[in-house]
């Protein structure tokens, strides 16, 4: 099917930090489309740019063509997509289902198989990049699924994305996901200690960002959220809370195919301390404050 402007409706689910920047940027792309969330408050701003909005899952379902969701844990996605209530037993036949919440491969692989025994096409297709990466329409997106089904979609990811691939089969956008997580997990520990051993040394700690961003050590972590760190912004570009949901998940994952992943123990169990302390809704760059 030609997703073309004229015969797509999209339907976007969760307007929250990074999901309000990702439906404005195909709203901008005048595709028609109707939102929902759990506080229409945070849609209103979309509502505002010419989106409709519908009061549940169920109701978007039967409007929409293309469905987005980027919601907040495991059960938000089974709540939105199961039941008598859910998309996938009120949505219409030949409907594309974009699931970009992080969440386990297992759930991507029953989404995939109840949409199929429904007639739709479902992608799972987590993001990475954070509300900077959303903001500027240059997301990573690891997607999983039909590849016929990823490259109907590819044209709509590519108006949210910059750096797209196609992993393998449905499930394989949330391993590859994992697998950006765990990365995350450790490399934000090193990030965090060179920021502290910066100042401790009575260095200028923006300077030492910018001589070591643009060598061995750059990551985008070190580019982008270091300098909040530095600056004392620890606002969400990602909440604390949903990272230690993925730590969780791949720790799961990686103990199911017998691996052991020190580094990001280490990473989940410091995340959890500063949740304790009353973090949950801070961005990750707030591990720095471990130090502090």
Same mark, same amino acid.
């Given at each position: 099917?030609?997703?073309?402007?004229?015969?797509?409706?999209?339907?976007? =689910?969760?307007?929250?930090?990074?999901?309000?920047?990702?439906?404005?940027?195909?709203?901008?792309?005048?595709?028609?489309?109707?939102?929902?969330?759990? %506080?229409?408050?945070?849609?209103?701003?979309?509502?505002?740019?010419? +989106?409709?909005?519908? $009061?549940?899952?169920?109701?978007?379902?039967?409007?929409?063509? /293309?469905?987005? %969701?980027?919601?907040? $844990?495991?059960?938000?996605?089974?709540?939105?997509?199961?039941?008598?209530?859910?998309? =996938?037993?009120?949505?219409?036949? $030949?409907?594309?289902?974009?699931?970009?919440?992080?969440?386990?491969?297992?759930?991507?692989?029953? =989404?995939?198989?109840?949409?199929?025994?429904?007639?739709?096409?479902?992608?799972?297709?987590?993001?990475?990049?954070?509300?900077?990466?959303?903001? &500027?329409?240059?997301?990573?997106?690891?997607?999983?699924? @039909?590849?016929?089904?990823?490259? @109907? /979609?590819?044209?709509?990811? &590519?108006?949210?994305?910059?750096?797209?691939? #196609?992993?393998?089969?449905?499930?394989?956008?949330?391993?590859?996901?994992?697998?950006?997580?765990?990365?995350? !997990? %450790?490399?934000?520990?090193?990030?965090?200690?060179?920021?502290? #051993?910066?100042?401790?040394?009575?260095?200028?700690?923006?300077?030492?960002?910018?001589?070591?961003?643009?060598?061995? +050590?750059?990551?985008?972590?070190?580019?982008?959220?270091?300098?909040?760190?530095?600056?004392?912004?620890?606002?969400?570009?990602?909440?604390?809370?949903?990272?230690?949901? $993925?730590?969780?998940?791949?720790?799961?994952?990686?103990?199911?195919?017998?691996?052991? !992943?020190?580094?990001?123990?280490?990473?989940?169990?410091? #995340?959890?301390?500063?949740?304790? @302390?009353?973090? +949950?809704?801070?961005?990750?760059? +707030?591990?720095?404050?471990?130090?502090?």
């Amino acid at each position: 099917m030609d997703l073309n402007k004229e015969n797509t409706t999209i339907g976007f =689910i969760g307007t929250g930090v990074m999901g309000k920047s990702m439906a404005g940027h195909l709203l901008d792309a005048r595709y028609r489309m109707v939102v929902y969330n759990r %506080s229409k408050e945070k849609a209103q701003e979309l509502l505002n740019k010419g +989106a409709q909005w519908a $009061d549940s899952p169920r109701e978007m379902a039967q409007k929409a063509n /293309v469905i987005f %969701s980027i919601v907040g $844990d495991q059960r938000d996605v089974e709540g939105i997509y199961f039941g008598s209530e859910g998309i =996938i037993q009120n949505g219409n036949e $030949d409907t594309y289902l974009i699931d970009m919440t992080t969440s386990t491969p297992s759930l991507a692989e029953r =989404i995939f198989t109840e949409a199929k025994n429904k007639g739709m096409h479902s992608i799972d297709a987590p993001v990475s990049g954070g509300d900077i990466g959303a903001r &500027e329409a240059r997301l990573a997106i690891m997607a999983g699924g @039909a590849e016929a089904d990823f490259e @109907a /979609v590819t044209p709509l990811l &590519e108006i949210i994305g910059s750096n797209i691939v #196609y992993q393998g089969p449905a499930g394989a956008g949330q391993h590859t996901k994992m697998c950006n997580q765990i990365a995350i !997990a %450790s490399n934000m520990i090193g990030v965090s200690e060179a920021v502290v #051993y910066a100042k401790k040394a009575g260095l200028d700690p923006e300077k030492v960002l910018q001589t070591i961003s643009s060598g061995a +050590a750059g990551s985008w972590s070190l580019s982008n959220l270091a300098p909040r760190m530095v600056k004392g912004d620890f606002e969400p570009g990602f909440f604390i809370k949903h990272f230690i949901k $993925d730590m969780n998940i791949a720790l799961e994952e990686a103990e199911k195919m017998g691996m052991d !992943a020190p580094g990001l123990s280490l990473a989940k169990s410091l #995340y959890e301390q500063l949740a304790e @302390a009353g973090e +949950a809704y801070s961005g990750t760059q +707030a591990l720095y404050k471990h130090w502090k």
